[in-house]
Nanobody, 125 residues
């Protein structure tokens, strides 16, 4: 059974940093592109960042480019999202997702295979 679990969310002031982690099990981790999405209250789930199975190719939403960094550790079946210079508009539930294959430019949530339960990130002004 595939399990995806996020951790590391919390409350931070604007300009601060947080690091999210996502642990995956029950799948061949190195065969999956991993991604982060977020959903704010009353809004649709939106793409944040993806990383390919080897970790040498990444793709970011324009709204987070230059502030967020996605990385992965295949030995630990874990993917990370380092978030710097946080803004109040980054407030959302952040979800980790897995998609079989090596294509990173897949921003539609319905095209992803597995999801975590989400972790809340709140940025105060």
């Amino acid at each position: 059974q595939v399990q995806v679990a996020e951790s590391g969310g919390g409350l931070v002031q604007a300009g601060g940093s947080l690091r999210l982690s996502c642990a995956a099990s029950g799948l061949t981790f190195g065969s999956y592109t991993m991604g982060w999405f977020r959903q704010a209250p009353g809004k649709e789930r939106e793409f944040v960042a993806t990383i390919n199975w080897s970790g040498d190719s990444t793709y970011y939403a324009d709204s987070v480019k230059g502030r967020f960094t996605i990385s992965r550790g295949n030995a630990k079946n874990t993917v990370y999202l380092q978030m710097n210079s946080l803004k109040p508009e980054d407030t959302a539930v952040y979800y980790c997702a897995a998609r079989w294959g090596d294509t990173i430019v897949v921003v539609t949530p319905t095209r992803w295979n597995y999801w975590g339960q989400g972790t809340q990130v709140t940025v105060s002004s």
